[in-house]
């Protein structure tokens, strides 16, 4: 009894071990492992493409296990020959357990790898099972990029090549010379071929390639061939002779290595001693934390005892470029051959972004659309850990921010499920415009806040709301400062920050932010008018001046906006610095206005703005992403769009700006209203809001750690999808985290479901698609009709706008770019302020583009089109028959020359 009652004991130790490892193991980021559903479905798919697989061809579940994990975060990694592993050799992690000296029980992994291949049909077997492994990751993840149009076919090609002639059957000559011919090293060959698949990989990964296209691109490259095949057998074959004196340096002959002869020894030694030097600079530059530059590396393998012939081969070299890669500062190592005095094509692009900062697991997902493929862009900066799948985010994290975000999720978790009952129920209702306002009542939130304060450094310091602002930036400093955000400096620590006021940007150039925003490369120019620092209203604006007033008297009561007169103003700041800028106006449906402050025309203000960071927002390829990601997840998807209230006018500018962002409401008026906040009008106001919702976003981002969810923002347009078990409840502490840091959001402008729209496009959760929004829709074809009306007479400034709007679909609607060069092309050559008719070409282009937009693409239903739009498309239809009808005619009794047969008919 009592060995039974020991037994037990120690067994149900082992277990709750077992579970600790497994669950450790998860937390690490180690492989998920695959369900056995999971992997009987791909190999399911792949058999019955290519017939039953038997055990020795089919690859094991830990192996599949990888290479899933590997191809959800889009990193795939050419496995060693005796790391590919089949099902008949598998190698499951096996969990074994023992009883240590001090009575502790103790359980440790262990995992055997195969053997290497010795013969070529052991090397068929096993790329065999590589080859299924990666057909059954393109049958699982079918949208990813680089898995489409996966066969066998590139794998049998790359075999055949290791193999063939070129590679295994090339004949070496022996000792005994011509006469006699062996077969290259073994080991030379599997080195060679273990190369080329790791350079097909960092092809898929770095430069966009499909894994067949990397797999066809590296047997094809003579570069690779030479630098690890043949220049390692030549060498091998050269130091195998006897008779040969043991001497680097040989001379050319037609049975030699082609080197260096004897002659050039000298000249040779003298250039390497400058080489030598070049290396201690660069050790010098480094340790100085400066940029060194290398001209086209080769290969960095060395000949035992010997000076390899390639200084690229020299031990030196090679220990310069470990100290560097081994260490965290940024180090510039910029490809060039200076041969042939272009750069080459660089695997990574060079930036001062360093992505190991960012404490995540392997990079961003891929975002892909149009044949294209970039990094996903959420909106909130490079560093943002939203930008990475969701098991990948924080792995490398330390141990104090894995506290503090564990902290401050629990307490907003716990106020979720105290003030909101069901949770379900209440997201439907935010997502239908049910809610008014927030569930969250603002003396509960003011609790809350203080419990969050007392999470920090500094619990005083952070409940104060720095005046002329929403925010709680000093909370959200000490928060950030623990995961070390690269721009939380700017909240509250810099003399010009988003407490005190953030400079305009006239005076002097708007900072760089290398780890959030990447280097703006190319500047628009702006219009040239004649300076005038006292401008007047457009008509727009003169005639909405009560309306203005209105708006004006209202952002004067939240603080954002004062009156004043001229002269006190330029006695207080400057005549040169005080610039009234012309306004205009938009109508809203409820009868305000939207003031739009023209900081271009005149005043001059944006012209003395420079960017040096390039604001980034998602596009088509972030919307199919973030649908794709969902699908891929197998859960049920419920997403949610919310809009954020005047997110310009939440950031603060430093007083001595404030003369650069004056304005009237009456143009014939003496009062002069000046801004405290940022301006729609002013070019940095998006700047700064980019830079103070990345800070907020990144936050959010950090302390949900791994929960699955993905968001996104463009400008003040939020969108979240949630995924699991847990959607409702992690939504609504997602956007408690938003309003923990003093966010405003417009709740009747919530919308969502298994559907929504943001910024224009139209996001189908729940048919996997993506198309743009009916409003956008409408008011493109609309205009295509109002133009129509006017006989095709426009101004060239509201073509110029619809142009714009055209671009941004075209992102989506792919097949409308190109019918768009005759369009740029009429207005490159017409002034802004031309109103005349448009060419032919354009009015064709036009009904093209309308009765696409209508009957295909846009999809909008008959019954919900105006008989004005109808009746154009039958109209443009019979046109477009008769005109084929007759230049069929015409070409069929072939008179008349081409010009003429067209002359008079607008088709």
Known sequence: VASVVVAWETSKEFIAKEVELRAESKVMGQPRVLQVHERQAMIRAVEAVHGALNEAESPSQDYLSLKADETECNEPVAAQLDEILSKKESSNASIQSSVDPSGHLRVTRTKVKAKMPTTTEEYRRVMKVEMFAWLCMAA???????????????????????????????????????????????????????????????????????????????????????????TPIALKAATSQESAPPNKWLRLTDKGFPWLSNSNKGIVDEANQFVLKCLDMCHEAFAAQGHFILEHPEDLGIVQGERPGSIWQWPELHELLTVCSASSSSCLVDVIDLDSKEPTERHDQVTDFEMESCLNRGRPMLAEWDNKSHEFIDGFGLCSPARWPPLARGERRSSEMHQLAAKTFSLLERFVIQHITDHRLLAFKLVTGKLASSPFPEDEMHELRKSWASLLKD???????????????????????????????????????????????????????????????????????????????????????????????????????????????????????????????????????????????????????????????????????????????????????????AAHRLVKIREEDWGYTCCRADSASDVVWVNRTGTFGVSSAPYWWAKLCGLIGRFVGHLTQTSLFLHMIYVDDLHGVFLGERKFLDLWIWLLAFELTGTPFGYHKFKGGVASEFVGFNLRYDLTEVGISDKRGQWLIRWIVNAKDNRWVVPARDFSEFLGRLCFVAQLLVWLKPHLAPLFAWTAVVGPGTVGRLPEAVILTLHYILAELVSESFRVSAKDLD?????????????????????????????????????????
Request: aromatic share 10%; net charge neutral.
């Open 867 to 907: 008989l004005k739009i109808l009746s154009l498309l039958v109209e443009a239809r019979e046109a477009f028959d008769v005109a084929r009808a007759k230049a069929k005619a015409d070409k069929g009794s072939g008179k008349g020359s081409l010009s003429k047969r067209f002359d008079k008919s607008p088709w």
């Open 140 to 230: 699982r993840f079918r949208s990813k990029h680089w898995l489409h149009g996966l066969t066998a076919e590139p794998f049998l090609k790359f075999v055949d090549f290791i193999l063939g002639d070129r590679v295994w059957g090339v004949q070496v000559p022996s000792q005994a010379g011509e006469s006699q011919r062996l077969k290259p090293d073994w080991a030379i060959v599997l080195a060679f071929e273990y190369k080329l698949r790791k350079e097909a990989m960092k092809l898929v990964t770095n430069s966009g390639h499909t894994l067949a296209d990397a797999l066809a691109a590296v047997i094809r490259d003579p570069d690779l061939k030479e630098a690890y095949f043949t």
């Open 459 to 645: 619990p005083k310091d952070a409940g104060i709301v720095d005046e002329g602002q929403p925010f709680y930036l000093r909370a959200l400093s000490q928060w950030l400062k623990v995961f070390e955000d690269p721009d939380v400096h700017w909240l509250v620590d810099e003399s010009d920050s988003f407490a005190s006021g953030v400079p305009l940007g006239v005076e002097e150039p708007l900072p760089r932010s290398p780890q959030v925003f990447p280097p703006k490369v190319r500047h628009r120019k702006l219009d040239e008018t004649e300076f005038n620092p006292l401008a007047v209203n457009y008509p727009s604006g003169q005639l909405s001046r009560k309306e203005l007033e209105e708006k004006f008297r209202e952002e004067e009561s939240l603080g954002r906006m004062f009156p004043s007169k001229l002269s006190v103003l330029r006695t207080k700041y400057g005549e040169h610095r005080v610039r009234v800028a012309a306004m205009a106006a938009i109508a809203k449906p409820d009868g305000s206005v939207r003031p739009l402050h023209d900081a271009t025309h005149s005043v001059k203000v944006n012209h003395s703005i420079v960017y040096q960071d390039q604001i980034q927002c998602p596009g088509p390829a972030e919307i199919a992403a973030v649908v794709r990601e969902a699908f891929e997840s197998r859960e049920a998807p419920f997403c949610v769009s919310a809009d954020i209230k």
